[in-house]
Structures are given as C-alpha cells and as structure tokens.
C-alpha cells in the first residue's frame, strides 16, 4: 500500500512513536517514506513538532507539515482562535498523493482520534482518508476503557466503508495490570481487526539507532516486523479467576 492514515483513539496514546515505528521498519526495508502531518497544534514556530519526532526517530524519511498551530485545541478550533486557514481534507488528500508520487510509502498521522474536527464544515482524518481510499491504522491505549474507545472508531470506519489496517497498542507499560493483559485478547474483537503491535512505554525516549533497531519486534509482519500476537498475549495472559 502507498498511503497509510494513523490515528488514535485520543490524545497523548503514541501516535507519533508509532508512525516513527512504521517508518522505521519501512526504511530499513528499503522503501522510501515520507510523513504527512497535516495540522500540528500546540507547538510554536519554532519548536519541533511530531513530523520532526518521527524523521528524528526513523532516520530517513522525508516530512511535511500543512499547517501549524500554536494553542493545543482540536485543528479547527486552533486555527480558528489563531486567524489562520484551517487544513481540509482536500487539502490533506492532495498532499499524500504528491507525496505518494515520490515515495513508496506516506505515512498520514493524524490530530487525536479520528473525527476531530479539522475546519469549519466539520472535516475529518476519516473524510482525507476517504478521499485517499487508504487503510487507516488505529493507535490506541492498552488499559481501562480503551475497548469503549476501539470499538467507536471501528464502527465509525465501517459506517463510512473506510478499511481499518488493525490496531496498535501505543504504549505497552513495563508491568501491565489486569485490564491491559486482558486487553491483548480483546482488542481484535472490539476493533474487528487484527493487532498489530504493542509498542513499549518510553519508546520514545530511546536513542534513534535503538529505537531503529528495535521497533521490527514491536510490530507485526504486516507492517513488515516480527511481532507475534499470540504470543505476545500468551506471555501476558492471566490466570482465569473461579469461584
């Protein structure tokens, strides 16, 4: 596939770390990427924003950022309280096609979850990805009320016939509880769709050429890593409670 829409559920759930994973993965395979972020809030002019977390991350891949935003609101709100143009979905259609143009693979990462508003007539990631006909990858939490959360956003990319590539655990805690390890087994059943990956907390922190190295084993062959679902769950089942 040429194009692939990431988004999550919500805010703050890894996103970018897992953008940077897939074009880390993607690079090291040999195909050329390139990020697209469409609308980037809440980061000054001259601040780095997450295109260039994911090109820091992922080596070389090639970015590009449509619009930029200083106040962390939804990309409408933002550009509307900033006097600035909103992003469309045209807009970002067109953007990931010229970049589709030039590059194997263009990686679309989205603003929160998947129907935050983007302009003024209510456009959304789910309205670009549309208009691209790409796949979306969802990134989503590993605990509590994430099922709630998968299953809306799956239902949401049916309702519009949008295909879901799976689903990513954002952030993998180094000592999951209860809901998490339980979670593993019933992600796929909320999302109806397989899952893709688990990437562990503080991923991101990592040193490029670790986090290069080590990303393959977070995600599964479909996004051309090694990552096993099954037996990813298995080493984090829980014992069934009787009685």
């Known amino acids: 596939m040429t194009v692939i829409v990431v988004s999550g559920t919500g805010t703050e759930i890894g996103k970018t770390v897992v953008t940077a994973a897939v074009a880390a993965v993607a690079t090291a395979a040999g195909r050329s990427v390139a990020v697209l972020k469409p609308a980037q809030t809440g ?15 992922s080596g070389a891949v090639a970015s590009a950022e449509l619009g930029r ?7 409408g709100t933002a550009a509307r309280r900033a006097g600035l143009a909103p992003v469309g979905p045209r807009e970002i259609a067109e953007a990931a096609r010229a970049l589709a143009a030039e590059h194997d693979l263009v990686l679309v990462e989205g603003a929160g979850g998947l129907l935050v508003r983007f302009d003024e007539e209510g456009g959304t990631l789910a309205d670009a990805a549309a208009l691209l006909g790409a796949p979306v990858l969802v990134v989503a ?4 009320g994430t099922l709630n959360s998968v299953t809306l956003t799956a239902e949401a990319l049916r309702a519009r016939g949008i295909e879901q590539l799976g689903v990513v655990v954002g952030s993998w805690p180094d000592a999951p509880d209860l809901a998490e390890r339980c979670n593993l087994g019933d992600l796929p059943e909320a999302a109806g769709a397989p899952l893709l990956g688990a990437v ?6 990592l040193d490029p ?3 290069r190295a080590a990303a393959g084993g977070w995600l599964a062959p479909e996004l051309g890593g090694t990552w096993d679902a099954g037996a990813f769950a298995g080493a984090h089942a829980s014992p069934v409670s009787v009685g």
Do not use: H, I, K, T
């Open 200 to 205: 562990p907390q503080g991923s991101g922190a």
């Open 141 to 144: 939490q590993a605990g509590l």
């Open 43 to 57: 980061v000054g002019p001259d601040e780095r924003g997450d295109a260039d977390e994911v090109v820091r991350l």
């Open 69 to 75: 935003f200083p106040e962390p609101l939804a990309p």
């Open 209 to 211: 050429a670790e986090f």
